[in-house]
């Protein structure tokens, strides 16, 4: 169980996230120099601010990525809308 602890727009925000055991076992293992699922090697997840999203991000880091620079937010007139970048370890961005 991966438990996420912050501020997200102003508000305390914890998610938990269950992990996958072979998730688990591949953190065990050693990780690749290469995203898996042929995922980009630098990700911007976006969308409202809301569990899902919240949920999102907790998969990117279960996979291996790290959280790049910090998150940012806006408001589209009617919902917050929030937007956090992701790097595969070993990628310089930016």
């Known amino acids: 169980m991966v438990v996420i602890r912050g501020r997200w727009a102003g508000r305390l925000v914890t998610c938990w996230q269950a ?6 076992t591949g953190m065990l293992a050693g990780m690749t ?3 898996p699922n042929g995922l980009p090697s630098y990700r911007l997840l976006t969308g409202p601010d809301d569990e899902k999203f919240c949920h999102r991000v907790s998969e990117a880091l279960d996979l291996g990525f790290r959280l790049h620079g910090s998150p940012a937010v806006t408001f589209d007139g009617v919902r917050v809308i929030a937007a956090q970048a992701v790097v595969w370890p070993g990628t310089t961005a930016g």
Not at 19 to 24: G, I, L, T, Y
């Open 33 to 35: 120099d290469q995203p």
């Open 19 to 24: 992990v996958p055991s072979q998730f688990a």
